[in-house]
């Protein structure tokens, strides 16, 4: 069972630099997104499985939580330790964070 991951989980991995992978478009990507996450939309991101760690725990968002979810059940068949973010970029901004441009 996949288990979401709270914006304070997701606060301390950004500073410990942990992969963030934000699976909305590019265009919702450039309008703001987490400091350090790297766009993998969604309609691609199993093609660029080959390019993520097995071994490491891969942060998902998008906008509100759903896409994120997604991606984290074709992740974790895969053999990823998938966690997505609870709420997305708006749960973060909620919760007083900025988002890069």
Known sequence: MIR??????LSDAVRDQQLVVDVRSAEE?????????VNMP?????????????AKPVYLVCGGGTRS????????????DARPVQGGTRAWTEAGHQLDR
């Open 29 to 37: 990507f450039a309008q703001g997104h987490i400091p350090g996450a």
């Open 4 to 9: 979401q991951t709270t914006v304070a989980e």
């Open 69 to 80: 979810m997604e991606a984290a059940g074709a992740l974790d068949l895969g053999g990823f």
């Open 42 to 54: 969604l309609e691609t991101l199993v093609r660029h499985c080959a390019d993520l760690d097995t």
